[in-house]
């Protein structure tokens, strides 16, 4: 869906490259997840790949089309959620999404995604009484109105309960199983690690780290299994060596004779990748 070959960027007046030669594609069909700390260059990707910024060195290919080449017809086949959601305060819901629908020619099923997103019984309330959870869901909404074959979320989850959060991975997957293409920028890794197919980690404007969630905490992971079992009132932890697990009578034994309260691997979690691969905690990354 994507390519990007050699792509370099630095804002006018600045002294380095904000991005720093970065190649990588895009699947069909795939849900591809770019991670990275703060003013790592997540935002300004984002935006060279959605023609915001311009006078970039390297080549981005959509479809195989050089972007440049594309006009105002690129905007039919995609749809970008913006971390900040912005809306028209003044204007009911659905007077927001009447306005924005009238850009293009492709036209989504609005009643059924505001129901999706729990808006429809608020569609005619000002955006100015909506909390910040309704007007992200409501972002989301404009980001698919006009039925796109490419979707950019910037940040999807921050601001959503657990409730909410869970009915948008739902329909970014449904978006997938229906052919669709994400670009998703994230700090929740769970989020990224439930639902991308593949990861890019980026720091200073370098790609140091690609590969699918699974492959990474493989390589990043602990190869060892960790059992807790009580005796004498006592949780006792044991870790053995992955390797040969199933021919250690140690472990065999305390299989057969303990009651095992946990038993799990030494597999990481992507929030420990994204620690060590870029140096920096989660909550400095936000």
């Not at 000002?126 to 992200?136: C, D, L, R, W």
Request: glycine share 8%; hydrophobic share 40%; charged share 30%.
């Amino acid at each position: 869906m994507f390519k990007v070959e050699n792509l370099k960027y630095s804002y006018p007046k600045g002294e380095s490259d904000v991005i720093n030669d970065i190649s990588f594609d895009i699947a069909k069909g795939e849900i591809f997840g770019f991670l990275g700390p703060s003013g790592a260059g997540k935002s300004t990707t984002q935006k060279i790949m959605i023609k915001i910024l311009e006078n970039f060195e390297g080549t981005i290919y959509y479809n195989g089309k050089d972007i440049t080449e594309f006009s105002d017809e690129f905007y039919e086949d995609i749809g970008v959620s913006f971390e900040m959601p912005i809306h028209f305060s003044k204007m009911t819901a659905m007077e927001n999404i009447d306005f924005f629908l009238k850009l293009y020619k492709n036209k989504g099923d609005i009643e059924a995604l505001m129901r999706r997103v729990d808006l429809w019984e608020d569609r005619d309330k000002m955006v100015g009484e909506y909390s910040k959870g309704m007007k992200i869901r409501l972002n989301i909404v404009r980001a698919m109105l006009n039925n796109p074959n490419m979707l950019f979320l910037d940040e999807p989850t921050n601001g959503l309960d657990p409730m909410n959060a869970m009915i948008l991975k739902d329909m970014v997957r449904e978006f997938k199983e229906a052919g669709g293409t994400v670009f998703i920028t994230s700090h929740i890794m769970s989020d990224i690690d439930q639902i991308c197919d593949r990861v890019a980690f980026i720091v200073e404007g370098k790609i140091i780290e690609m590969d699918t969630p699974r492959n990474l905490k493989i390589k990043y992971g602990k190869r060892s299994m960790t059992l807790e079992y009580k005796e004498n009132g006592e949780t006792v932890t044991v870790e053995f060596p992955l390797d040969g697990i199933g021919k250690n009578e140690e472990f065999l034994n305390l299989l057969q004779t303990k009651k095992i309260e946990t038993l799990h691997s030494g597999e990481t979690t992507l929030e420990d990748i994204f620690i060590k691969v870029t140096g920096v905690q989660l909550k400095d990354a936000e």
